[in-house]
């Protein structure tokens, strides 16, 4: 070993845990005959080669954005020290300005880093009495998107979603959701700018937007699958979805799923797969549907509008009424679950409003006046159905992979249903042109 040891490198790994209150011995360990090393020369310091300690230690910083635009802003970097005026140290920083209390005259306080742009980080190093370095992770400074929200994706071909100033990552992935040049077509809508894509796993983008509590929302956007190949014809996934004002969990997602050859699209509250109601609708790989996300904060109620007419009217494809009512809707987000369950997608011409460009049709959710369905759960084998026009009822009944399992008319307002199985069902009972559809537990 030499008289003189070199200087300290960079760690090659570090890791970190609850501490320990002291440290009184290193060990060698034993483990298994296949490790067979050679160990010599150790030695202990608390510096590195028992170099002088330093002094000047610097605390965890923060940083506070200069403004919240829709252009890139500054921030500024606060880093609190102790155990200065011991030595004289230069301080420099990688970007921005340096300025607050200083090291080489002061006891403890403050440096602090104005003029630094958002989204670039700040290296600061001291050096003299001794070298110090620090890594300050740039904020973002993005605002909360105005209602109504029309994001047409006119970002270059290749960028990330999360880079825009109106979105930012939920969580972080290698993959990320990139624009994509072109459009999906639509009768009825113009579209501008260019469309985003993504497959497989990959990081979830969120799109704030002001805090809505009451009246009605809708978030609507054109899709077409692309690819289905590795998708699993078993399972299904949530792609995009509404969340609470604090992001702190999902209320409203649009799931997808596939039989290999064909998708199909349904809702749910919960992360439950027995709460999704799916849609009749299938669709096939490369067709663009125009997709509509609507919650009711007055009525409790949760509608998947698929290919409304602009100008004219919807139809509900699929309804579900929270057990929990919704409180707040205030993010919309766009996720990548996995490889087999998350099939490649384009999304263009997203909006997000208290109002839509469509009529909701008579024969939504809830147009059947008065209708009950009981008992559910279902532990015989008659279900009742009842409405205050009492006219003649249909009844088709869908699983969880949305096949047919059950049409019937209603006889004397009962329809039989013992072949069916223990499980959750979704029932669409149709009564003078008029469409409804209930969840129903079979025990």
Same mark, same amino acid.
């Given at each position: 070993?030499?008289?003189?040891?070199?200087?300290?490198?960079?760690?090659?790994?570090?890791?970190?845990?609850?501490?320990?209150?002291?440290?009184?011995?290193?060990?060698?360990?034993?483990?298994?005959?296949?490790?067979?090393?050679?160990?010599?020369?150790?030695? &202990?310091?608390?510096?590195?080669?028992?170099?002088?300690?330093?002094?000047?230690?610097?605390?965890?910083?923060?940083?506070?954005?200069?403004?919240?635009?829709?252009?890139?802003?500054?921030?500024?970097?606060? #880093?609190?020290?102790?155990?200065? $005026?011991?030595?004289?140290?230069?301080?420099?920083?990688?970007?921005?300005?340096?300025?607050?209390?200083?090291?080489?005259?002061?006891?403890?306080?403050?440096?602090?880093?104005?003029?630094?742009?958002?989204?670039?980080? #700040?290296?600061?190093?001291?050096?003299?009495?001794?070298?110090?370095?620090?890594?300050?992770?740039?904020?973002?400074?993005?605002?909360?998107?105005?209602?109504?929200?029309?994001?047409?994706?006119?970002?270059?071909?290749?960028?990330?979603?999360?880079?825009?100033?109106?979105?930012?990552?939920?969580?972080?992935?290698?993959?990320? #959701?990139?624009?994509?040049?072109?459009?999906?077509?639509?009768?009825?809508?113009?579209?501008?700018?260019?469309?985003?894509?993504?497959?497989?796993?990959?990081?979830?983008?969120?799109?704030?937007?002001?805090?809505?509590?009451?009246?009605?929302?809708?978030?609507?956007?054109?899709?077409?699958?692309?690819?289905?190949?590795?998708?699993?014809?078993?399972?299904?996934?949530?792609?995009?979805?509404?969340?609470?004002?604090?992001?702190?969990?999902?209320?409203?997602?649009?799931?997808?799923?596939?039989?290999?050859?064909?998708?199909?699209?349904?809702?749910?509250?919960?992360?439950?797969?027995?709460?999704?109601?799916?849609?009749? $609708?299938?669709?096939?790989?490369?067709?663009?549907?125009?997709?509509?996300?609507?919650?009711?904060?007055?009525?409790?109620?949760? &509608?998947?509008?698929?290919?409304?007419?602009?100008?004219?009217?919807?139809?509900?494809?699929?309804?579900?009424?929270?057990?929990?009512?919704?409180?707040?809707?205030?993010?919309?987000?766009?996720?990548?679950?996995?490889?087999?369950?998350?099939?490649?997608?384009?999304?263009?011409?997203?909006?997000?409003?208290?109002?839509? $460009?469509?009529?909701?049709?008579?024969?939504?959710?809830?147009?059947?006046?008065?209708?009950?369905?009981?008992?559910?759960?279902?532990?015989?084998?008659?279900?009742?159905?009842?409405?205050?026009?009492?006219?003649?009822?249909?009844?088709?009944?869908?699983?969880?992979?949305?096949?047919?399992?059950?049409?019937?008319? &209603?006889?004397?307002?009962?329809?039989? &249903?013992?072949?069916?199985?223990?499980?959750?069902?979704?029932?669409?009972?149709?009564?003078?042109?008029?469409?409804?559809?209930?969840?129903?537990?079979?025990?």
């Amino acid at each position: 070993i030499p008289a003189t040891e070199i200087a300290a490198g960079t760690p090659e790994h570090t890791t970190s845990g609850s501490g320990q209150a002291t440290i009184g011995g290193v060990y060698l360990r034993q483990y298994n005959a296949t490790q067979n090393m050679t160990v010599d020369g150790v030695r &202990v310091y608390s510096t590195w080669f028992g170099a002088t300690p330093c002094d000047l230690t610097l605390a965890a910083e923060t940083t506070t954005c200069d403004a919240t635009t829709f252009s890139l802003d500054g921030y500024t970097a606060t #880093i609190p020290f102790t155990g200065g $005026n011991t030595a004289a140290y230069t301080l420099n920083a990688s970007s921005g300005t340096i300025s607050g209390d200083d090291p080489s005259t002061t006891a403890s306080g403050n440096i602090i880093v104005t003029g630094a742009s958002e989204g670039t980080n #700040i290296t600061l190093t001291i050096t003299g009495g001794c070298t110090l370095s620090r890594t300050i992770t740039a904020p973002e400074c993005k605002p909360v998107n105005t209602l109504p929200v029309s994001e047409p994706f006119n970002y270059t071909a290749g960028t990330t979603l999360n880079t825009s100033q109106m979105w930012t990552n939920t969580s972080t992935a290698a993959d990320e #959701i990139t624009a994509v040049s072109g459009n999906l077509s639509y009768t009825g809508i113009t579209p501008t700018g260019n469309s985003v894509s993504f497959a497989g796993t990959g990081s979830d983008t969120r799109l704030p937007f002001t805090d809505t509590t009451s009246g009605e929302l809708y978030a609507s956007f054109l899709v077409s699958v692309t690819d289905l190949t590795g998708i699993s014809t078993t399972g299904s996934t949530y792609f995009a979805v509404l969340s609470n004002a604090a992001n702190s969990f999902t209320v409203a997602r649009i799931h997808i799923k596939t039989d290999g050859t064909l998708y199909q699209f349904g809702i749910s509250p919960t992360t439950s797969t027995a709460d999704i109601v799916w849609s009749a $609708n299938t669709y096939a790989v490369g067709s663009t549907q125009y997709l509509v996300l609507k919650y009711d904060f007055t009525t409790n109620e949760l &509608v998947l509008v698929e290919n409304p007419t602009i100008g004219g009217t919807g139809t509900a494809a699929a309804t579900v009424t929270p057990t929990t009512a919704l409180t707040s809707l205030a993010n919309f987000i766009l996720r990548q679950d996995s490889a087999t369950t998350t099939p490649a997608m384009t999304i263009d011409e997203l909006t997000i409003d208290t109002t839509t $460009n469509f009529t909701l049709s008579s024969s939504s959710f809830n147009a059947i006046d008065g209708l009950t369905m009981y008992p559910n759960p279902l532990t015989g084998g008659t279900l009742n159905l009842t409405s205050t026009a009492n006219a003649a009822m249909t009844v088709q009944i869908f699983d969880l992979l949305g096949k047919e399992v059950l049409k019937s008319n &209603v006889v004397n307002n009962t329809v039989n &249903v013992a072949k069916l199985t223990a499980g959750v069902y979704v029932v669409k009972i149709t009564e003078e042109g008029k469409t409804a559809t209930r969840k129903l537990v079979v025990k």
